[in-house]
């Protein structure tokens, strides 16, 4: 008790300029920018999510409210078009995945029947016969990256799904 009295009258009679000084606040830690909101509606944010893929794309075209990308993965290349976007390319309405094959092998009739047993996956046959497969979304502005990187493995699985029917239309057809 007498330490205590003591230390407090030293304190009192102490000189102005010998007097502690009164704590610091600590700094406050620079706070952290938050991650920028992802927005599947622009194209760049697809563009970003796939770098963190080890994938790449790349925009190939715009204009009159579509955007097309070239997308190229470790499995392959792909193309990706945003449709129905802004002024600026952005705030898009749909996605659609889309390959073509260079194999000619399916007839119309066959693509049909491959439509009929699939819910995602289309495919179709351009005018020169070459078999293309697409996957479509529609995109809010409340889709997640981790929603964009499901819808992605949807149409990894079009793409093996329809390799399969490409490689061969009538066996598929007949064994599903």
């Known amino acids: 008790m007498r330490a205590l009295a003591l230390a407090l009258a030293l304190a009192l009679i102490a000189p102005a300029g010998q007097a502690a000084a009164p704590a610091k606040p600590a700094p406050k830690p620079a706070a952290a920018k938050p991650a920028p909101a992802f927005d599947a509606r622009d194209p760049a944010a697809l563009i970003g999510l796939l770098a963190g893929m080890d994938a790449k794309a790349e925009v190939a075209a715009s204009g009159a409210g579509v955007v097309v990308l070239n997308v190229a993965t470790?499995?392959?290349?792909?193309?990706?078009?945003?449709?129905?976007?802004?002024?600026?390319?952005?705030?898009?309405?749909?996605?659609?995945?889309?390959?073509?094959?260079?194999?000619?092998?399916?007839?119309?009739?066959?693509?049909?029947?491959?439509?009929?047993?699939?819910?995602?996956?289309?495919?179709?046959?351009?005018?020169?016969?070459?078999?293309?497969?697409?996957?479509?979304?529609?995109?809010?502005?409340?889709?997640?990256?981790?929603?964009?990187?499901?819808?992605?493995?949807?149409?990894?699985?079009?793409?093996?799904?329809?390799?399969?029917?490409?490689?061969?239309?009538?066996?598929?057809?007949?064994?599903?």
């Open 74 to 176: 470790p499995g392959g290349r792909f193309g990706a078009q945003y449709v129905d976007c802004d002024g600026n390319g952005k705030a898009c309405g749909l996605l659609a995945f889309s390959t073509a094959f260079e194999r000619r092998g399916p007839t119309l009739d066959q693509i049909n029947v491959f439509n009929r047993t699939q819910v995602a996956c289309r495919g179709y046959l351009t005018d020169d016969g070459r078999s293309n497969v697409m996957y479509g979304l529609l995109l809010t502005p409340k889709m997640t990256s981790a929603e964009m990187k499901q819808h992605l493995g949807v149409w990894q699985g079009c793409l093996a799904t329809f390799g399969r029917f490409n490689r061969d239309p009538q066996g598929f057809v007949i064994g599903g």
